[in-house]
């Protein structure tokens, strides 16, 4: 029995219902299939399923047995090129596997729908939506997975330098998967290349100030640029406040004062700026200034 125009209307119109939420949970985790990809790729399927079933009804011979499943067949492995684009390796990590079988899986989805198995059709989906959002929040809570990094450290040579990098990366690290070194004898140089695995959780520039004497205010100075690069404000402000603690001059107050009135710490921004003003009245006008923003 071949399907009529406004069945083959209804089962597209599903289908890309269907295509719309595993897409928009995609799209909500910044894949590269998301939203509009998934649509398109169920209502494809969907056509090509009905297209199928009719055609192989249209065609049929006597004594041949119609076959609707043959045009239906090449979306299974024409999906393939799809979820090859899907994929993509960022150093050691690949990411876009889980995306690459959500494209198939809603292709077999839209076949089905343009079978007529809508409730199978919304059923599988459901249970992908749980798959892809349920099970994610709970792998990323209660199984701590880690990914691979590519770590490239240069460094003057000094004794202990290797066994001190080595130290820092293991205790950062989940396990390493090689340390290399290339020593530069001509300028007393030293590289040495890291790839560990490390917890999603954890942040590189962490890793990074724990190289450094939080004493020193060069590091200090040195820790800030760390955070400043990475935009972690927070932290911004406490490395800061421990410079301002360590060399407290009229300037380190007034850069205080500046972060926290980025952060909208407007009280503690006028309290910075009056002591930079004390250490140094050289920053009075500036600071008149700087106060009278801070109430407008």
Do not use: C
Not at 179 to 203: C, L, M
Request: glycine share 6%; proline share 2%.
């Amino acid at each position: 029995m071949m399907i009529s125009e406004a069945q083959i209307l209804l089962r597209i119109f599903v289908g890309a219902v269907l295509g719309a939420v595993i897409g928009f949970e995609r799209e909500r985790q910044d894949q590269p299939a998301g939203l509009r990809t998934h649509m398109i790729l169920v209502i494809g399927a969907t056509l090509a399923m009905v297209l199928s079933v009719n055609l192989g009804y249209l065609y049929a011979r006597p004594g041949t047995p119609a076959d609707p499943a043959r045009l239906a067949a090449q979306v299974i492995s024409g999906i393939g090129f799809l979820g090859a684009g899907a994929i993509l390796r960022y150093g050691f990590n690949v990411k876009g596997l889980t995306t690459a079988t959500s494209l198939w899986t809603m292709a077999i989805v839209g076949m089905a729908v343009g079978a007529g198995y809508y409730l199978i059709g919304v059923v599988t989906t459901a249970l992908m939506l749980v798959v892809l959002a349920l099970l994610n929040v709970i792998e990323n809570r209660f199984v701590r997975t880690s990914v691979s990094r590519f770590i490239s450290i240069e460094a003057n040579y000094h004794k202990g330098v290797v066994k001190s990098v080595r130290r820092i990366v293991k205790s950062f690290a989940d396990s390493l998967a090689s340390f290399t070194i290339q020593k530069h004898f001509k300028n007393k140089r030293i590289r040495i290349q890291v790839v560990a695995r490390i917890s999603r959780d954890q942040k590189l520039e962490d890793l990074i100030i724990k190289g450094y004497d939080s004493e020193n205010p060069q590091n200090l100075n040195r820790i800030y640029n760390v955070y400043l690069l990475a935009k972690d404000n927070e932290q911004m402000i406490k490395t800061l406040e421990k410079i301002a603690e360590v060399e407290p001059t009229g300037a380190n107050f007034a850069r205080l004062a500046a972060a926290y009135k980025e952060n909208r710490n407007y009280q503690q921004a006028r309290q910075a700026v009056l002591k930079a003003v004390e250490l140094d009245p050289s920053l009075n006008q500036e600071a008149q200034m700087f106060i009278q923003l801070l109430e407008q």
